[in-house]
T-cell receptor
Framework: GAVVSQHPSRVICKSGTSVKIECRSL??????MFWYRQFPKKSLMLMATSNEGSKATYEQGVEKDKFLINHASLTLSTLTVTSAHPEDSSFYICSARIRDTSYTFGSGTRLTVV | GQNIDQPTEMTATEGAIVQINCTYQ??????LFWYQQHAGEAPTFLSY??LDGLEEKGRFSSFLSRSKGYSYLLLKELQMKDSASYLC??????????WGAGTKLIIKP
């Protein structure tokens, strides 16, 4: 089946540094990648939608200069959290639409900013 | 606004049956998904309903009533490994997924 590989699974970084999260589609071409953030015991919150070769579409309230999304190829999308702060600590998950009836998720990245 | 409601937490006994309800109010409807999510992991796909009725898949079944804005996930012969959160998501008129907060299911021996 369609697999999205997400790395790293866990990362701890110092406040003020930047962290890059990668999502690769291993056996299919992901023209669209969705980036989510999830707080403990809360729902998935869509941050942005990235389309290969074009600028990402950010949801209201999400700072595009802080959460940089790049979708340079059909198999790779990245999310960079710039100048991270403790409040950015969260679980970040990417997702690709396989077809209208199926979405597949990466394994998630637990970010802790200290 | 758009809203997906699910119970926050449910408890059931190993071997029993449990029904997790989901009600939704969205701008348009293009399908409803159920996902399972274990703590610290990404969601995994369980079912998809776009027409009214019951979809059965092994121990799991999902029901949809579009006129009532209602769905449920039915889990039979519960196993300890079924302890997880179950997320309901609706695809709206813009084909965007709107997610519920999830129902944490606790299975007791």
């Amino acid at each position: 089946g369609a697999v999205v590989s997400q790395h790293p699974s866990r990362v701890i970084c110092k406040s003020g540094t930047s962290v890059k999260i990668e999502c690769r589609s291993l056996d299919f071409q992901a023209t669209t990648m969705f980036w989510y953030r999830q707080f403990p015991k809360k729902s998935l919150m869509l941050m942005a939608t990235s389309n290969e070769g074009s600028k990402a579409t950010y949801e209201q309230g999400v700072e595009k200069d802080k959460f940089l999304i790049n979708h340079a190829s059909l198999t790779l999308s990245t999310l960079t959290v710039t100048s991270a702060h403790p409040e950015d600590s969260s679980f970040y998950i990417c997702s690709a639409r396989i077809r209208d009836t199926s979405y597949t998720f990466g394994s998630g990245t637990r970010l802790t900013v200290v | 606004g758009q809203n997906i409601d699910q119970p926050t937490e449910m408890t059931a006994t190993e071997g029993a049956i449990v029904q997790i309800n989901c009600t939704y109010q969205t701008s348009g409807f293009n399908g409803l998904f159920w996902y399972q999510q274990h703590a610290g992991e990404a969601p995994t796909f369980l079912s998809y309903n776009v027409l009214d009725g019951l979809e059965e898949k092994g121990r799991f079944s999902s029901f949809l009533s579009r006129s009532k804005g209602y769905s449920y996930l039915l889990l039979k012969e519960l196993q300890m490994k079924d302890s997880a959160s179950y997320l309901c998501a609706v695809k709206d008129s813009n084909y965007q997924l709107i997610w519920g907060a999830g129902t944490k299911l606790i299975i007791k021996p």
